[in-house]
């Protein structure tokens, strides 16, 4: 099995900043791209960001220049460095990693629970 649990969500003023951890553990035998999307009550959840194990990086339109992502992969750990936050950016943030679990060569995606974030002063 896998499992994949993020960190780091919580409470922050406009302009401020948090860094969201997530991990991925099991019987992984590899990990392909990791992500970390958002949801908000009543819309789709949307993609943030989203790291290949090369270290290959897309994001949202609207967190370019904010949002950073980035990857341990001796650690099977992802980051989601935000700053210069805003009230928009308030949702659950989920945290997505293609697996291949071990014995098998293909990839599946799984997901972890969220964490929010909420931006207000």
């Known amino acids: 099995q896998v499992q994949v649990v993020e960190s780091g969500g919580g409470l922050v003023q406009p302009g401020g900043s948090l860094r969201l951890s997530c991990v991925a553990s099991g019987s992984i035998r590899s990990i392909n791209g990791m992500g970390w999307y958002r949801q908000v009550p009543g819309k789709q959840r949307e993609l943030v960001a989203r790291?290949?194990?090369?270290?290959?990086?897309n994001y949202a339109d609207s967190v370019k220049g904010r949002f950073t992502i980035s990857r341990d992969n001796a650690k099977n750990t992802v980051y989601l460095q935000m700053n210069s936050l805003k009230p928009e950016d308030t949702a659950v943030y989920c945290c997505?990693?293609?697996?291949?679990?071990?014995?098998?060569?293909?990839?599946?995606?799984?997901w972890g629970q969220g964490t929010r974030v909420t931006v207000s002063s």
């Open positions: 790291i290949t194990s090369g270290g290959s990086a």
């Open positions: 997505n990693a293609e697996v291949s679990m071990r014995g098998s060569y293909t990839y599946q995606n799984y």
